[in-house]
């Protein structure tokens, strides 16, 4: 019988497939040995960086992240930190500090402003105090008009002679408006590599700058990385499930497109964030690609589960489930003024660890859905510290980089995503500086194909070029 689950190598995650289809199918082996060729190509002509993160020093920029993280803490000037950024420039950050919040040690507090949503953004800075708050901008291109719009505020907010001290710049390391204008005040920056777009940078600068004020591990976090990538160039193709899984996925792709990440940890809640954007940024294209929707269990049993039991067969459910955590704490066996007798729903509960319940409520759900002949797989990971962590980000940026590749699309860029910026473009260029008469109606948005300057005939040379997202 051939296996179902398989441990990835040294890392902390084991991928359970038995109850993703009763007789999975190994994909036909010259199929996966082309489509890795491929990959392996464009990791080794350096186009795409994210694969080789983990052993090269220049992508990663691990020790420049750090040593400025400890410049930092160790001035003592700031109580708060307040991060500007959109999407992978921001869910890698979140989620990392969230998946990791048992381990943080710094005293700071930290922020995150995605959305330029002007109550959130006045309400946040009501809250902070400019001389107490470290200000972190994080755009790829350096262009991002929602962050950048953030960025001007608290720019204005903190006031110029702050910008050297308080201000920190993660952006490419040579263009966009960003590079230059941190360049021209002094502000410290952090580079993230041309080669690795925003959904795959949370082991770069992105991530690794939060996590290093935190205090969080920053070696540990990359060496997790690596054991994915060793197990990758070890593992025969067919048996590694970064490798197979993704085909079996497409091949159930007519029936069942939406994926449903449904980790039972609550600090994985934005992990699966990040992952919903992985997934379809990366997979959405060509009229592929999938739907992910982001679920936490047990909480979501009370609200998704009737649905993917006996709602519509369209559904695949991936399961996060941790082994082990550092305090499980245990449900009393005795509760002064309270007698258990007479309360049977008090009493199967006693002496159980929370840990304990939770891991039940999964392997519950896991077996509702089965026997109702609803697909599942699990990752499985030891515990929740930096390397597995580490780990799991990579594991799945590689599943998804194979996932694209089998099925012959680019998981690398974003053209949905480019042709939207440019619209915006287009109409804050025709609205002016200081216009205040713009609304959010659709005919606000023009593309005049007269005009070549407008977006849409630069929209024309999008399919020719590999871009990828802020």
């Not at 398989?6 to 199929?31: C, M, R």
């Not at 925003?198 to 690794?208: H, Y």
């Not at 599942?376 to 990579?394: A, M």
Request: hydrophobic share 40%.
């Amino acid at each position: 019988m051939a296996a179902t689950a398989t441990k990835i190598g040294q890392s902390g995650l084991t991928f359970d497939w038995t109850n993703l289809k009763a007789n999975p199918e190994i994909p036909h082996e010259p199929t996966l040995q082309a489509a890795w060729q491929t990959l392996k190509g464009r990791f080794e002509s350096n186009e795409i960086g994210f694969y080789n993160l983990p052993v090269t020093a220049e992508l990663n920029q691990k020790s420049e992240a750090v040593a400025l993280a400890k410049r930092i803490l160790e001035a003592e000037h700031c109580t708060d930190v307040l991060f500007l950024g959109i999407g992978g420039s921001s869910l890698g950050p979140i989620s990392l500090l969230s998946a990791l919040r048992e381990k943080v040690s710094s005293k700071l507090k930290f922020h995150f402003a995605e959305n330029p949503d002007p109550i959130e953004c006045a309400q946040t800075l009501k809250k902070l105090i400019p001389s107490q708050t470290l200000v972190c901008v994080v755009t790829k291109s350096g262009g991002t008009y929602e962050t950048l719009a953030l960025a001007l505020i608290a720019l204005g907010w903190s006031g110029e002679a702050r910008w050297s001290s308080h201000f920190v710049a993660i952006t490419d390391p040579k263009k966009g408006d960003l590079r230059k204008f941190a360049t021209e005040k002094n502000i410290p920056t952090l580079a993230i590599h041309p080669s690795i777009g925003g959904r795959f940078s949370v082991l770069t600068p992105v991530g690794l700058f939060a996590a290093a004020l935190a205090g969080l591990d920053c070696d540990e976090l990359i060496k997790g990385a690596q054991h994915v990538r060793e197990y990758c160039e070890k593992a025969p193709l067919v048996k590694n499930p970064l490798m197979t899984l993704g085909a079996e996925l497409i091949r159930q792709f007519g029936k069942r497109p939406i994926h449903v990440c449904m980790p039972y940890s609550t600090c994985l809640r934005e992990w699966a964030d990040w992952f919903v954007q992985l997934w379809s940024e990366s997979l959405g294209k060509n009229s592929k690609g999938f739907t992910p929707i982001a679920a936490v269990g047990a909480t979501d049993q009370h609200s998704i589960l009737q649905l993917l039991r006996d709602g519509p067969d369209n559904k695949i459910t991936f399961f996060i489930a941790v082994d082990e955590v550092a305090e499980p704490v245990v449900i009393p066996k005795e509760v002064q003024g309270l007698s258990f007798q007479g309360y049977p729903a008090f009493s199967i509960l006693r002496g159980n660890t929370l840990q304990q319940l939770l891991k039940t409520e999964y392997q519950a759900t896991s077996l509702v859905l089965t026997k109702q002949s609803r697909p599942n797989l699990t990752v499985k990971i030891d515990s929740l510290n930096e390397r597995n962590i580490g780990s799991l980000y990579f594991a799945f940026s590689v599943l998804t980089a194979v996932t694209g590749t089998l099925w012959d699309i680019n998981p690398f860029d974003q053209p949905g995503v480019e042709e939207g910026k440019l619209y915006i473009q287009s109409t804050l260029e025709k609205n002016g500086a200081g216009s205040s008469s713009q609304s959010f109606g659709a005919n606000n948005i023009s593309g005049d194909d007269d005009d070549q300057n407008s977006a849409v005939y630069r929209l024309r040379t999008l399919a020719q070029k590999t871009q990828l997202e802020s």
